[in-house]
């Protein structure tokens, strides 16, 4: 079924329609090997990733995709069918393999001529490779534009990511249908429109407090944009990568929760410490980014590096977050009435997992350097 949506982009409403699937009803959790692997993935790597989020807890807390990034292609045969390289002997039996786990496969492609790391794309194979995908199991595609700006002009993209949505629409396989072109051509104002579920709205993130903080709080005014079966997506979790501070890893999930973002983990989950798997796996935190309401959460006020973000969730209560983007420890303080709650609220500190208690008008804490306080307002 379809349903449409009426946007205000610079005052001027933008019809968005988009087919919708069922799918990704709330941002789409799971594991990719790209932040921590990149080409040295393999089959024996997903295998263990799977093996992984079953056993540490993060099946049972949401995270189901499995996906394969960049560097599994190989040639293709005579017919023009797409082959995995040496290293995936057989994607259906990696994909049987991460479905008896009770996990979903995904895997990744371009519409170019060539991945990013110079494998084989899928341009002018675009039906071939979906019935492929669809016969191997799969069921997420990551669809990266690289090299297509090579084959394609700027004004052609739209269509060449609707192509690929009819090809794997075509197969009857429900694949969630990932966008990744870097917020090019303002793609949140039509991803929902070419059968996206989400859509890359930043250039690439890496293991650093700079970068990440960057693309997180760049998130705000975006939120229109964002809803069941289609959201923003500020790319994949850093967390546990080892280059940012527990703080800062603490923004970065309290940060991509408030923004219903996708909950993509990146690291190597054969080496996680207890204190990763805590923030990656910790229900209350976790279910702010899975509200059912599926509302994006936005910025209701900046004071220098203080800034206090919002999230209406489904029971009417809300999720706030309270970032220290300076350089020492201070107290920030949100108002009740900011937030759209009356004078007297009951507060839950969500990383602690504990009622703090009823307060009038405001609640303040002490937020770290680079840190973040999250709360749930009621």
């Known amino acids: 079924m379809a349903f449409a949506a009426v946007l205000m982009v610079g005052g001027a409403p933008v019809s968005a329609s988009a087919q919708d699937t069922g799918l990704a009803r709330t941002p789409p959790m799971g594991w990719n090997s790209w932040n921590h692997f990149a080409c040295k993935v393999s089959d024996k790597v997903i ?22 990034d960049d560097c599994w ?7 023009g069918v797409i082959q995995a390289n040496e290293k995936f002997p057989d994607m259906k039996a990696l994909a049987d393999y991460v479905h008896s786990k009770g996990l979903k496969f995904g895997v990744y492609s371009s519409p170019g001529p060539k991945t990013c790391a110079g494998y084989e794309g899928s341009f002018r194979h675009e039906a071939q490779d979906a019935k492929t995908y669809a016969e191997w199991g799969v069921d997420y595609l990551k669809y990266d534009w690289c090299s297509a700006e090579k084959v394609y002009k700027p004004s052609e993209m739209q269509g060449a990511y609707r192509k690929m949505h009819d090809a794997l629409a075509a197969t009857g396989r429900p694949i969630v249908f990932s966008l990744c072109q870097y917020g090019l051509e303002a793609v949140w104002r ?43 997506d500020p790319d994949m979790l850093e967390v546990g990568n080892g280059h940012m501070t527990h703080d800062e890893y603490l923004t970065h999930m309290s940060l991509w929760c408030i923004l219903a973002a996708p909950l993509l983990a990146g690291n190597d989950l054969s080496k996680m410490t207890p204190q990763t798997l805590a923030i990656l796996n910790n229900p209350e935190v976790v279910a702010i980014d899975q509200d059912a309401a599926g509302t994006e959460g936005h910025r209701v006020r900046q004071e220098g590096p203080f800034e206090v973000w919002m999230k209406a969730l489904a029971d009417g209560s809300k999720a706030v977050g309270l970032f220290n983007r300076g350089e020492d420890a201070s107290q920030i303080s949100v108002s009740f009435r900011e937030i759209g709650l009356g004078e007297t609220a009951s507060v839950r500190d969500l990383w602690a997992r504990k009622d703090l208690g009823s307060f009038t008008g405001s609640y303040a804490a002490e937020v770290p350097k680079h840190g973040a306080v999250l709360i749930k307002v009621k």
């Open 47 to 68: 295998r263990e990733s799977a093996d992984a989020i079953v056993a540490n807890g993060m099946k049972d807390a949401g995270y189901i995709y499995v996906n394969v």
């Open 73 to 79: 292609q190989g040639k293709r045969d005579a017919n």
């Open 190 to 232: 039509w991803g929902a429109s070419v059968g996206g579920n989400l859509w890359r709205t930043t250039d690439d993130i890496n293991d650093s407090y700079d970068r990440m903080s960057v693309i997180g709080f760049d998130q705000n005014g975006l939120s229109r944009f964002a809803g069941p079966g289609h959201w923003n």
